[in-house]
Structures are given as structure tokens and as C-alpha cells.
């Protein structure tokens, strides 16, 4: 399976960095990621909850950055194993400033084995793209947020250190400043379901798709 793409980050290049090397906030940001921690120089270990259609489980997995260069690029390579298979992939990602924005380029490829491989290639690629699309989302939005915390700490130092501050150019303090939420794992299986559908079912077919269901809920209260 092969995968490719690019996003553009609201946030600056070194938030964005800070943010990729953050085993917490990758833990938080991805979706279904839990309990990673670095257990090396550059290595993370964590665990995965993943549905794809009907198969379903918890990977425990490996990931290892080489070819590391602050703070524009990395590849890795992923280890992953449990109870649905196992996932072998390698990749990279390389960002690029772009003013307060920051644009990021990513490509892989992965192995599946076991039970997660009897999907499909179709649906496996639908889900994997979903599963991105997500924690590149999620990961955004932690990023937005640290991005308004910044800006009011600035604005506060400034006054606090008694610099000249012109009002009409200083940073505004956000009232209140935001927090960061991920999504909830029914939130994101809706998400992944909704992905695969449209790619399945195409969006002209919706509307009759959406009356069939109309008829058959009518033809069950009426049944029943």
C-alpha cells in the first residue's frame, strides 16, 4: 500500500516540529493512539486501536526516526503488531515554512498481514487515508491552539517587562485562551465509516440510497 499527500499546518515550522518529536501529543492527536513514550534515542513506542470494516483490535507498535534533520525532515520506519495482524511501513515527511504557515509533504509505503489484510485493498486504503486525514487534523488543531497560547504569553511578557507596546499592533490575548480536545474514538469511527462510504457509494447515488432507507423505516413501523 502505497500513500502520498501534503497539509498545510496553521501554525509556524518550529511548532509544528516540536509538535512531530512530542510522544504525548502524537499520542493525543492520532487517532486511537495511546501510551506512547520515547524508549530511545529517536523511538517510540505506543499502542494503536484500529477498525477497518469488520475487523478490529489493538496494534502494539514500534516507530524509529532516522535520517533525522531539525527542523525540516525525518523518515520512519513502523513496526507494528496484535491481535488484527501486523504492519511493516516506512516513510517520510518534509516541512516547509510558509509565512506563519507551515506545508508538509509525506509519503510511505506499508506491508499488512493477518486478518486486517483480508479486507481489501480498497477499503484498507479508504480507512488509511481517512485515518491520516484525521490525525493531521487533529494534530492542527493541538497546533491552533498552541499557537493562541503564544501569542498571549507574548502580549503578556511584553507588558509585564514594561516594554513599549503601540496597542494598535499588539498581539490580542484570545478571552478565554482555547484548550486542546481530541476527538473521541466514536467520533472518529464515524468519521472512517463515512470516508469509506463515499468512496464506495458515488455522491449521486446518495439520494436514492437515503430513500431506500426512508421506505424501509416506513415499511417496519407499519409492520410492526
Request: glycine share 10%; no cysteine; aromatic share 6%.
Amino acid at each position: 500500500m502505497e500513500i502520498s499527500g501534503e497539509y498545510i499546518f496553521d501554525a509556524p515550522q518550529d511548532l509544528v516540529w516540536e509538535a512531530l518529536q512530542d510522544p504525548e501529543v502524537l499520542s493525543n492527536a492520532m487517532p486511537g493512539g495511546e501510551g506512547f513514550a520515547e524508549v530511545g534515542d529517536n523511538e517510540f513506542e505506543g499502542n494503536l486501536k484500529i477498525k477497518v470494516g469488520p475487523v478490529q483490535g489493538v496494534f502494539k507498535g514500534n516507530i524509529k526516526l532516522v535520517d533525522v534533520v531539525p527542523p525540516d525532515s525525518y523518515r520512519m520506519e513502523v513496526d507494528g503488531k496484535g491481535a488484527p495482524g501486523f504492519v511493516k511501513a516506512v516513510g517520510g515527511l518534509k516541512l516547509t515554512p510558509q509565512g506563519d504557515k507551515t506545508h508538509m509533504a509525506y509519503e510511505g509505503s506499508a506491508q499488512v498481514g493477518g486478518r486486517i489484510a483480508s479486507v481489501g485493498q480498497r477499503l484498507m486504503d479508504t480507512s488509511a487515508k481517512s485515518i491520516i486525514r484525521q490525525s493531521l487534523e487533529g494534530l492542527n488543531d493541538y497546533l491552533k491552539v498552541q499557537v493562541a497560547q503564544r501569542a498571549a504569553t507574548t502580549a503578556v511578557k511584553e507588558v509585564v517587562e514594561g516594554e513599549v507596546v503601540v496597542a494598535e499592533t499588539a498581539v490580542p490575548i484570545p478571552t478565554p485562551v482555547p484548550t486542546y480536545k481530541p476527538p473521541s474514538q466514536t467520533q472518529v469511527a464515524m468519521n472512517v465509516a463515512k470516508d469509506v462510504a463515499n468512496d464506495i457509494i458515488p455522491a449521486k447515488y446518495w439520494p436514492y440510497l437515503i430513500g431506500l432507507v426512508v421506505v424501509l423505516i416506513i415499511l417496519l413501523i407499519v409492520i410492526f
